[in-house]
């Protein structure tokens, strides 16, 4: 059994293989569901206080909250499935 770890950002992992959505945080429905989350603590903060750019909904219900954009996350996925190449751990974010 191979862990397929997924760096989301500041040094925090997931594993890869259990995500199923990257979500952008901008609408209203989303809010909710982060909310809800919240409330049923299932929800994960990443950010460390940075700006939510991206929503990882994971396969047991859990909410993951990322500063980095759902973009990069997909493409770190994409390398640890495929051809991994040299990445940075963390972008820069302003």
Do not use: C, W, Y
């Not at 299932?42 to 929503?55: E, V, Y």
């Not at 993951?64 to 990069?72: D, F, G, M, Y």
């Amino acid at each position: 059994m191979s862990f397929n770890l997924l760096n989301i950002g500041f040094g925090n992992m997931v594993m890869g293989n259990k995500v199923i959505a990257i979500i952008s945080p901008e609408s209203a429905p989303i809010k909710r569901m982060i909310q809800e989350a919240r409330e049923r603590n299932t929800l994960i903060d990443a950010t460390f206080g940075r700006k939510t750019r991206s929503i990882l909904v994971m396969d047991n219900g859990q909410i993951i909250l990322s500063a980095l954009q759902p973009e990069t996350i997909s493409h770190r996925i994409l390398q640890v499935d495929g051809e991994i190449q040299e990445e940075p751990l963390d972008e820069e974010i302003t």
